[in-house]
DNA sequence: ATTCGGGCTTGACGTAGGTCAATGCGTGGC
DNA sequence: GCCACGCATTGACCTACGTCAAGCCCGAAT
């Protein structure tokens, strides 16, 4: 949120961020001291695969993903760090490695924390605890949801689902709705990679959605994001949610 | 583990938590004051989809199991709970519900712990809230894990995946390693579920690894477990694990 | 013993969906 | 202006895998 004008310590990066909201000041200070602020440009590559995790990564602004990929290839966006979000608290408890790179997914401002810092900060508050726990069980619901959904849908009910999930706002990973219109951030291709699918296929189960009369792709109109922000309006909100299963 | 011999208070089922252990002594007592005793036999269906989430649910003995039904009837289990674990933890931290049914994988003893109760004890100790935390990440970890596998690969490398865990004892559903064997509880189609599969198309799979000298998969012996207790072992695990994919 | 049922295996079959390749379009570079 | 590149779309193809159905084995019940 804050550029970084070097000035000496980053506090109100770290302050801005929802756990750590409502520390007292002389924690937060220990915190920003064990700060390193980084940038990076879409597409950079923060880690890899196996590399040890050694710092909480919040983002300040911009989004981070972590990708895994199957050795023939395939990827299946496993987790999307917007701002405020954080990454890499397994860290915190244990020595561990990512399983997935970990990419920026637009340019984007970053805190790196030291570990040890950051269990300094949490354990002296119950506060940033419930909240850090507050994250972690909202998230892992999500992952289970996904799971699930994986597993047990095929594309065009995991398609329908995701519409639906956007156009209620109940999705992280979608943009602001405006009447019945919802835009994606990203290239389709990206939206393949969540829902565990490719882009043809995507693409093929689109066209079968616009075909039955269920949503709509306008033409970009040359307004609103520049970049490849796609937009799709939901005619039909009820039948997509019969179609996702509930 | 403690039986329920009627004493006023179930001391003993929660101190033995780990996520409550090192607890003081009059926080333990307030919880046990909140905690109710359940027992419930294999298969006992403990929560439907989308029932309010009104408890902590700790497993003392037995497993219990959360699993996501899809409208065409197949099932994806999501997450299985052993002794010690717990259940239901979004219930802490908002009015949620469940997104899947809770099951009973075996003849299971679990305390209900009000949410409340837990909230308070938890911000009470700086190390329960960690131990909380560590549990949420390494679950959240493994979750993502089983994300990228089902939505990146197919069932072969899954299965691969899978048996090499189990022979490394790193997964919590695989039983004891004996020498390179492999024992798993429950019935193949369990597996199945796991593994976001038919049992059929499971059976085939072991079939063609058992057929290239991967795995064999020795008769019953008549030992061990009475129950459906599968045993396979491992005779070419450096391959197994390529296949996987590392 | 006979029967029943549940889990496992196998076969045959159909299809969802992944792969490969060609085309079209819009954008940015030069 | 032109070209090149990235993304989307579409078609053709093919295969992994889910589905349906039959047979089998074994343990439990009668």
Chains 1, 2 share one sequence.
């Not at 924690?27 to 064990?34: C, I, K």
């Not at 609103?224 to 949610?241: M, T």
């Amino acid at each position: 949120m804050v550029p970084n004008h070097s000035g000496h310590a980053h506090i109100g990066c770290v302050a801005s961020v929802p756990i750590f909201s409502g520390l007292p000041h002389d924690t937060l200070l220990q915190l920003a001291a064990a700060v390193r602020h980084r940038e990076f440009r879409r597409g950079a590559l923060i880690a890899s695969y196996s590399d040890p995790i050694d710092n909480l990564i919040v983002v300040a602004s911009g989004r981070l993903r972590v990708v895994h990929t199957s050795p023939s290839g395939r990827e299946q966006i496993v987790r999307e760090v917007g701002p405020g979000e954080f990454l890499g608290e397994l860290g915190l408890v244990a020595a561990a490695r990512y399983d997935g790179d970990v990419i920026a997914a637009d340019d984007t401002q970053a805190c790196m924390l030291s570990k040890d810092a950051v269990r300094r900060a949490i354990s002296s508050s119950p506060e940033a605890s419930m909240r850090l726990i507050e994250s972690l069980a909202r998230r892992l619901a999500r992952a289970e949801q996904v799971m699930g959904d994986l597993g047990a849908r095929d594309v065009g009910q995991r398609l329908a689902a995701e519409l639906v999930r956007a156009a209620q706002g109940g999705c992280e990973c979608s943009g602001r709705r405006e009447s019945n219109a919802v835009v994606l951030p990203g290239p389709w291709s990206e939206m393949a990679a969540r829902l565990g699918t490719t882009p043809e296929s995507l693409s093929r189960r689109l066209r079968t959605f616009e075909d039955e009369g269920l949503i709509s792709r306008p033409a970009p109109e040359a307004e609103s994001d520049p970049d490849g922000a796609r937009r799709v309006v939901i005619i039909d909100l009820e039948r997509l949610r019969e179609i996702s299963g509930l």
